[in-house]
């Protein structure tokens, strides 16, 4: 996609959640109709980045000597 999020002004309260704060609300603009919500929230954090991916296997590896099990929920997308 070549559109950028862009700050809009929020309408407080909002009715979906009338005790958050939308002072940082984005949104973008995106010309898919056949896109669903399912589709759009998985393109959006459906995998991590490979730094995070890295941490992860790290952070498996320290715990793994305690006698942790290690979390594959998060390193499955790698």
């Given at each position: ?35 669903t ?18 941490l ?23």
């Amino acid at each position: 996609m070549t559109e950028k999020p862009v700050a809009v002004k929020p309408h407080l309260p909002n009715p979906a959640l009338p005790g958050a704060n939308w002072a940082d609300c984005y949104e973008i603009r995106v010309h898919a109709p056949e896109l669903t919500v399912t589709e759009a929230a998985r393109m959006a954090v459906g995998r991590f980045p490979f730094w995070v991916r890295l941490l992860i296997r790290v952070r498996n590896a320290v715990t793994n000597l305690a006698g942790l099990k290690p979390s594959t929920y998060h390193t499955a997308s790698a």
